[in-house]
């Protein structure tokens, strides 16, 4: 039957067993199916999914408009669980640890896997983009792609861990000891990237965006140095800010036109571009401009295993500022009330969260 509703009039559908899960059948449609418990292997091990965080990607297919993906699909890959039963050859997780979730799906074999890049697998895909995520009551997984978490670590910071990893991982692929860094973008991945930069070693961190709600939340996180550019150009902030040196590396996390151009205008010669956002459409690249300056474009995708190490123990150590991060949370019950609000409300969203254990489903 084809879908004629809108996207705030969004089915929640219902079949009616003793667990329940969420799936995007087609667009802005949210179907939940009742089904059992799975059944775990020797080398698996049982969630209980304590909660969800909502990412761009996640709207994105919600839209439909997600290039990589197919109906249906269970979403979700920002994860806090709980670990409920564990398989009889697994080590090193016990019923009632909490957990996160590395949701990437690697085939092992390719040379990118070989080396460790398992980010950039020639076969990669996603839990909760690609493949089933976790949008359930219980999920059953391999041992190997989960995350151990301290056993007080709350789980709001738990959720946290994913999008923080990537901001870890965009750091790390430039030469980020003692370098100024100008993030783009003071949302979710802006924020928490720049954050990253400064607990890695960088010299001075600087992020810019338009919203002066972004900058403000920016600045009570403790980010060094944040400027709106709505009235100035990149370039322009990145001199004030840092001086003769200007920026060694400039990481894009807004991924507009606009931003990869104020990129290129303001790289210094002989420094690095990091593109870590995730584009909607193609841009223009003039190469003399990147070529007789000798810029380096880099791109980013995602994280590799350490990334999650490091930002379990910047979130449990109170390295990275959270306070407030969580802006929006709603039931299991809701999911399309979150993603109405996100649509209508982009500015005023910073990380909302989806509540599954205590789902009145």
């Known amino acids: 039957m084809p879908n004629t509703e809108t996207p705030l009039e969004s089915r929640i559908l219902s079949t009616a067993h003793n667990m329940k899960q969420a799936i995007f059948k087609t667009p802005f449609t949210i179907e939940y199916k009742e089904t059992n418990v799975p059944k775990i292997n020797e080398h698996q091990v049982l969630l209980r999914v304590k909660s969800i965080g909502v990412c761009g990607s996640d709207i994105q297919m919600y839209h439909g408009l997600h290039k990589y993906m197919t109906y249906p699909v269970i979403p979700g890959h920002e994860v806090?669980?709980?670990?409920?039963?564990?398989?009889s050859s697994v080590t090193g997780f016990s019923v009632?640890?909490?957990?996160?979730?590395?949701?990437?799906?690697?085939?092992?074999?390719?040379?990118?896997?070989?080396?460790?890049?398992?980010?950039?697998?020639?076969?990669?895909?996603?839990?909760?983009?690609?493949?089933?995520?976790?949008?359930a009551e219980y999920v059953a997984i391999e041992a190997e792609y989960?995350?151990?978490?301290?056993?007080?670590?709350?789980?709001?910071?738990?959720?946290?861990?994913?999008?923080?990893?990537?901001?870890?991982?965009a750091v790390k692929r430039s030469k980020y000891q003692d370098a100024n860094i100008a993030v783009i973008g003071a949302g979710t991945i802006g924020n928490l990237t720049a954050q990253a930069a400064q607990a890695l070693g960088a010299k001075s961190?600087?992020?810019?965006?338009y919203l002066d709600s972004k900058l403000e939340y920016a600045t009570n996180c403790g980010i060094e140095y944040c400027v709106n550019t709505s009235g100035s150009s990149l370039k322009e902030a990145i001199e004030q800010?840092?001086?003769?040196?200007?920026?060694?590396?400039?990481?894009?996390?807004?991924?507009?036109?606009?931003?990869?151009?104020?990129?290129?205008?303001?790289?210094r010669p002989s420094s690095e571009i990091i593109i870590t956002g995730n584009f909607k459409v193609p841009i223009e690249l003039e190469p003399p401009q990147i070529q007789r300056r000798e810029i380096s474009i880099i791109g980013h995708m995602m994280y590799v295993r350490e990334d999650f190490a490091?930002?379990?123990?910047?979130?449990?150590?109170?390295?990275?500022?959270?306070?407030?991060?969580?802006?929006?949370?709603?039931?299991?019950?809701?999911f399309a009330d979150a993603f109405g609000f996100i649509d209508e409300n982009p500015n005023d969203v910073m990380k909302a969260l989806i509540e599954i254990a205590n789902s009145p489903l």
């Open 80 to 87: 806090a669980a709980v670990v409920k039963s564990v398989g």
């Open 96 to 135: 009632g640890q909490r957990v996160t979730v590395e949701p990437q799906v690697f085939c092992g074999t390719c040379y990118p896997c070989k080396i460790g890049r398992f980010n950039v697998c020639e076969n990669l895909k996603v839990k909760g983009v690609h493949t089933n995520g976790f949008a």
């Open 146 to 169: 989960l995350h151990l978490c301290p056993d007080d670590m709350p789980f709001d910071l738990i959720a946290l861990v994913e999008p923080l990893a990537v901001g870890v991982g």
């Open 205 to 209: 961190v600087l992020i810019t965006d």
């Open 241 to 267: 800010t840092f001086g003769e040196r200007k920026a060694d590396v400039i990481i894009d996390c807004a991924a507009t036109k606009g931003s990869f151009q104020s990129a290129t205008d303001a790289s």
């Open 310 to 334: 490091d930002s379990i123990a910047y979130l449990a150590n109170g390295k990275i500022n959270v306070d407030g991060f969580i802006t929006q949370r709603y039931g299991f019950d809701k």
